[in-house]
């Protein structure tokens, strides 16, 4: 479901409105459903962080892993949370030292440190656990081939 949301939000992102020139300088574009994709971002970005600390307290507060599962599979609420709070963590201290930066944005001289320390901590995190998540996706199939 949450794979068929996105879909379809970015694929009308990219086709209703895209090319919508901006209205102080017809030279950039402003697309029409670019607070769908920011809100999207983020409200996955705080569902994924909720369900973590959830998982993590939830095996926290029931002993451990209920599972047979040992070596990697049976820490996956742990490794999953450390590496929750370790993105968030390089993602806050890319943003706070970029915050001093001004920036243009649709033309406009635009700095306000507190949405630039978030949209750095959001990106750099989604980026780094996006990549964990292949590497384990990766890893889980190299070792299922060789049982």
Known sequence: MLMGITIVSFVLFMLVGYDTPYEENPKQNAPLLTDLILVLCFAFTF?????????????????????KDEGIAGKTGLFSTIALVASLVIGAAVGFSNSSERLLINGKDWNNPTDIIMTDTSII??????????????????????K
């Open 47 to 67: 569902i994924a962080a909720a369900l973590t600390v959830w998982s993590a307290v939830m095996q926290f507060t029931k002993g451990g892993s209920t599972s």
């Open 125 to 146: 995190s989604i980026a780094i656990l996006m990549v964990l998540t292949i590497v384990a996706v990766v890893y889980s199939m190299v070792v299922r081939t060789k």
